[in-house]
C-alpha cells in the first residue's frame, strides 16, 4: 500500500509539473518587414510588406519550440517602372530559448523557413495592353534562415503580448531563372519578371539584393495551461 501511494504520488506530482513546465500554446500576429538592396542601380524600393501567422509551440523546461503557417508578401517598386507582387505560403521551425523577468520574459529566436510562391505578379506602371500586370507559378520550395529577440509579456490571465524584431537571409533563394532577350524578342513581363532583387542572378552578374530582409512582429499567444 505505501508503494502504491508514493507511485500515485509521484504520478501526480509529475502531471502538475508538466502542465506548468511544458504547456502547450497559440500565436496568432502580423509582421512588418523590408527587403535590403545591394548595388542598387536600378533604385529599388519596399512597397509595404506584411505578413500573417499562426505559430502552435510546445514548451519544455528551457526551450520553446514552434511551427505553424505563415502567409507572407515581397512587394518592390523598381525605378517606378514595375511593381514586383510575390505571395508566398511558409512553414517556418523555429526554437527559442528565454529568461523571465517578474512578468516580462526575454527569449532569442532562431530556425529556418520554408517557402513556397503561391503568385508572383509583374506590373507595369504604364500602358500596356489593356492589363498591365501579368502573374507567374512556381513548382520549387525555398529555405530561409531566421534570427530574433521576442519580448513577451501577460496581459490578460493565460494570453501575452509578444513583440519580436527579426532579421531573415534567403539561403536558398527563389528559382526565378535569368533571361537577357538577346537573342529573342521576348514580352516586357517576361523580360521584367526575371529583374526582381534576388541575389546573385544566373550568369554571375553583379548582386542585386533582397535576400536580406528585417522586420517586426506583433502577435497574441495563448497558453493552455
Known sequence: MRKLFLILLLLCSSSVFSQKVNPWSLELGASTYNYVFDNNLQNNSNNFNYEFYMLPSKSFS????????MYS???INRDEVVDYD?????????????????????????????DHILNYRVKLN????????????FDDVNVAVRGGI???????KKINL????????????????YYSGRWDPIPDY????TQIPNGEDSEGGSPKGGLLSYGLSIGLEYTFK
Not at 128 to 134: C, L
Open 62 to 69: 528551457w526551450i520553446k519550440l514552434t511551427t505553424g503557417i
Open 150 to 156: 521576442t519580448i513577451s509579456t501577460e496581459i490578460f
Open 86 to 114: 510575390i505571395k508566398y505560403i511558409k512553414l517556418p521551425i523555429l526554437a527559442s530559448v528565454g529568461y523571465s523577468f517578474k512578468r516580462v520574459k526575454l527569449s532569442f529566436t532562431g530556425g529556418v523557413i520554408f
Open 73 to 75: 508578401t515581397k512587394r
Open 126 to 137: 504604364y500602358n500596356y495592353d489593356g492589363k498591365n500586370y501579368k502573374d507567374y507559378k
Open 190 to 193: 517576361d523580360y521584367y519578371h
Open 162 to 177: 509578444t513583440l519580436q524584431p527579426f532579421i531573415d537571409y534567403k539561403i536558398d533563394p527563389d528559382n526565378i531563372y
